[in-house]
């Protein structure tokens, strides 16, 4: 039998809820582009529930431990004593989360002698040194597709949020203010503004499918140009490199940015953001500070323009 050690994020600081706000969530059979999604023979939970932290377990337990298998669920992955660190020695397979990777590096893989598969409960493989994996035999996977639009959903909300100035607005309102003024004076109209992304893979193309009906001008860099007919639907502009890019007012991509975005190559009214978690970059719009920081999560928008923060 095989020992599965899961990381995943704690679960809510009120307790693993008891009830959701929704009683159940819309079937999804075919993921865009017809790729269908998982059929699994039954699940041990009703679709809706959190299960991506540490008591809902993927929703995995009961079917690996009725099986024999040893199933370990932690979110301590940081540092030589983590829970993680101690378990992994003998684990045969691990599973972590894009947002809260487990990170296989070279040398936790070289300590792990058992380690046989790392999967992503999600899609990337950022967090596994894919060289060492390699060299020791790991095979690194992922659920391909399952939370893309998620993400491109997420990106979608940061742009609105950007524009609009809607987090700093509601700041001020839960503040107990109520200077209109203030929230306007940094809020515009997303329509006919210029929207781009680096990459039109799953996520990106999602992201701008779903900008279309806001009339912005559609943008987009990738090492593989999309269909000639999806471009004409999206009326989009393809460009052969980032730097030709940049002059964009709204930028996001899932890769690090070069040198084309520093501060002395970007439009002033530019606003970069990533949607990965390991690229958090610097935010132009306009000269002053938004004076908010969303540090993390599947879109990072930092307000500190002088410098590219990892």
């Known amino acids: 039998m095989a ?30 582009g017809g790729q269908t999604a998982p059929t699994p023979k039954r699940i041990d939970f009703k679709p809706g529930e959190l299960l991506g932290s540490v008591s809902g377990g993927l929703g995995l337990r009961k079917f690996l431990e009725g099986l024999g298998h040893t199933f370990v669920v932690t979110s301590d992955k940081e540092g030589e004593n983590s829970v993680f660190e101690r378990e992994l020695l003998d684990a045969e397979i691990v599973i972590s989360q894009p947002f ?3 990170y296989l590096t070279a040398e936790r893989i070289a300590k792990a002698k058992k380690l046989k598969l ?15 994996a390699i060299k020791h035999g790991v095979t690194v996977s992922e659920v391909t597709y399952s939370n893309s639009i998620s993400v491109s959903e997420h990106v979608v909300m940061m742009i609105l949020s950007l524009v609009r100035n809607y987090i700093p607005s509601y700041k001020l309102v839960i503040d107990g203010g ?12 997303l329509e006919a503004m210029e929207v781009g992304t680096v990459a039109a893979g799953r996520i990106g193309l999602a992201v701008l499918k779903r900008l279309k009906p806001f009339d912005v001008k559609l943008h987009y860099t990738d090492r593989h140009r999309l269909p000639e007919h999806v471009e004409e ?4 502009t393809f460009h052969s490199n980032v730097e030709s890019m940049v002059p964009v007012e709204g930028l996001g991509g899932s890769v690090h940015w070069p040198d084309a975005a520093s501060d002395d190559k970007t439009d002033k009214q530019s606003a970069i953001f990533s949607t990965a978690i390991n690229f958090i970059l610097g935010l132009r719009w306009g000269n002053q500070e938004l004076g908010y920081s969303i540090p993390g999560g599947p879109t990072s928008i930092e307000t500190n323009y002088s410098e590219l923060e990892r």
Not at 13 to 30: E, K, L, M, T
Not at 119 to 132: N, P, R
Not at 178 to 189: G, L, P, T
Request: hydrophobic fraction near 35%; glycine fraction near 8%.
């Open 118 to 132: 790392a999967i992503t409960a999600g899609i990337g493989s950022d967090h596994v040194d894919l060289e060492a």
């Open 233 to 236: 639907e999206l009326n989009l």
């Open 178 to 189: 109520w200077n209109i003024a203030d929230c306007i004076s940094r809020s515009y109209d």
């Open 100 to 102: 809260w990777p487990a």
């Open 3 to 32: 020992k599965v050690l899961c990381v995943l994020y704690d679960d809510p600081v009120g307790g693993y809820p008891n009830s959701y706000a929704r009683d159940g969530i819309p079937n999804i059979d075919r993921y865009p």
